[in-house]
T-cell receptor, first 112, second 112 residues
């Protein structure tokens, strides 16, 4: 069964610190993996998209990595800011389909 | 560009009532989709469309109808609302499978 699992479920860090969020998937055949940021009460916003051949992609202070062999991805946030407080969602799609499998997200809270 | 717009933002229905959630995009995207987001679960695909006149079922289509008469609009119809349909509904659009999905702000629906 195609699944996307994220860890941790929630995380609290101090402003200025770094953190790493994890995503494991069993979607096959793999097409691409996305990370989204969802602020409370709003729709998800795309951060990065990686295909099979890409193993790292950055968007400002956000850096995503992908290991297609172990079917794992991580999202690293550098020098966190209060505005980074949100849910971060990992999404994987299979080749030949428009259907995306969403993880349940990691809820990040950044404290001053 | 307004991006993806959804109306209404909030809605309360009684069991058995019907209603239509509106979704429109002004980016000329071919692919549009509807998701529901429930606490503790990832977004789940209800229906999607790869172009005007073409729709297909997602993971949880029961109780919902869609049509796509224009590229811009993709309404979601609840035929006979049930309490299990209490959720936050998101519409999304994209230009193609590898591209980012753009999400609307969501509709929070409560069925009593």
């Amino acid at each position: 069964k195609n699944q996307v699992e994220q860890s941790p479920q929630s995380l609290i860090i101090l402003e200025g610190k770094n953190c790493t969020l994890q995503c494991n998937y069993t979607v096959s055949p793999f097409s691409n993996l996305r990370w989204y940021k969802q602020d409370t009460g709003r729709g998800p916003v795309s951060l990065t998209i990686m295909t099979f051949s890409e193993n790292t992609k950055s968007n400002g202070r956000y850096t995503a990595t992908l290991d297609a062999d172990t079917k794992q991805s991580s999202l690293h946030i550098t020098a966190s800011q209060l505005s980074d407080s949100a849910s971060y969602i990992c999404v994987v799609s299979a080749t030949g389909t428009y259907k995306y499998i969403f993880g349940t997200g990691t809820r990040l809270k950044v404290l001053a | 560009n307004a991006g993806v717009t959804q109306t209404p933002k909030f809605q309360v229905l009684k069991t058995g009532q019907s209603m239509t959630l509106q979704c429109a995009q002004d980016m000329n995207h071919e692919y549009m989709s509807w998701y529901r987001q429930d606490p503790g679960m990832g977004l789940r695909l209800i229906h999607y469309s790869v172009g005007a006149g073409i729709t297909d079922q997602g993971e949880v289509p029961n109780g919902y109808n869609v049509s796509r008469s224009t590229t811009e609009d993709f309404p979601l119809r609840l035929l006979s609302a049930a309490p299990s349909q209490t959720s936050v509904y998101f519409c999304a659009s994209s230009s193609g499978a590898p591209g980012p999905q753009y999400f609307g702000p969501g509709t929070r629906l409560t069925v009593l």
